[in-house]
């Protein structure tokens, strides 16, 4: 299954809606409207984006709405247009947030420039945030020499959820073993438990991890990802 991106457009102006969709679509990037800044809000709490774009000028507290997402738990680090149009200068934009400023009236080609240009950020946050879904084997070592035998239901960069036949101790430092599916890479990786429900379910985060580890891990990801997203993403550079 290809997968496509996901961006929200935070905005009640059609004529912006109609310039943008079909820009965005062109480079497969799928687009949620929301026309109240009250909503979008919420719904940047609440859900991950690859692409955020704000109209800060035309809408009520659009701006403030720019401003307040690099502080959200799930959007801090999202690729943010802002659509400003003669209220907020570029320079505000940046500043507060942006990535990207977008001025009105957006024409077609400059939305397709833009869009173009933000591409491979979207992707790369894209890749950061990837959890990828797994039943891979891994051996726990945890202190005072107690091994325990789980199992990886889904990895990422920064860490991984397990089964797990007992409850962890949160924020438990453990070291954590295992072979990444279909290939003979085996890695040892120091992690903390973040958080461990007692039904046998918990949540990994790596803590430590080894320079040629890190390129092993993210290179396998990068591949994992390319199947879904294929033709989108820059072969996984070499180390230094």
């Known amino acids: 299954m290809v997968m496509n991106l996901d961006s929200l457009l935070i905005s009640r102006d059609a004529d912006l809606l109609g310039v943008l969709r079909p820009a965005l679509e062109k480079i497969s990037v799928d687009v949620q409207v929301c026309a109240e800044s009250?909503?979008?809000?919420?719904?940047?709490?609440?859900?991950?984006?690859?692409?955020?774009?704000?109209?800060?000028?035309?809408l009520?507290?659009?701006f403030d709405l720019l401003r307040n997402l690099r502080q959200s738990q799930s959007n801090a680090k999202t690729v943010a247009f802002a659509v400003v149009n003669g209220k907020t200068t570029t320079q505000g934009a940046f500043?507060?947030?942006a990535n990207f400023v977008l001025?009105?009236?957006?024409?077609p080609l400059h939305a397709s420039r833009c869009f173009n240009a933000a591409l491979?950020?979207?992707?790369?946050?894209r890749r950061r945030y990837f959890r990828h879904p797994v039943d891979m084997p891994l051996r726990i070592s945890l202190p005072h020499a107690q091994e325990i035998t789980a199992a990886a239901?889904?990895?990422s960069e920064g860490g991984m959820a397990i089964r797990v036949p007992a409850k962890l101790p949160k924020d438990a430092e453990a070291k954590f073993c295992f072979t990444l599916p279909s290939t003979s890479?085996?890695?040892?990786?120091k992690g903390q438990i973040a958080w461990s429900d007692g039904s046998g379910h918990a949540g990994i985060?790596?803590?430590?991890?080894?320079q040629s580890s890190q390129y092993q891990l993210e290179k396998w990801l990068t591949d994992r990802l390319q199947e879904e997203m294929p033709g989108r993403l820059q072969p996984y550079a070499a180390l230094p």
Do not use: H, W
């Open 120 to 125: 491979n950020f979207m992707v790369r946050e």
């Open 153 to 155: 239901t889904n990895v």
């Open 95 to 97: 500043q507060s947030g």
């Open 103 to 107: 001025q009105k009236p957006v024409t």
């Open 38 to 58: 009250r909503s979008g809000n919420d719904l940047l709490a609440k859900r991950k984006y690859d692409a955020v774009i704000i109209d800060c000028d035309d």
């Open 185 to 189: 890479i085996s890695l040892e990786l």
């Open 205 to 210: 985060r790596f803590v430590e991890v080894p």
């Open 60 to 62: 009520q507290n659009g």
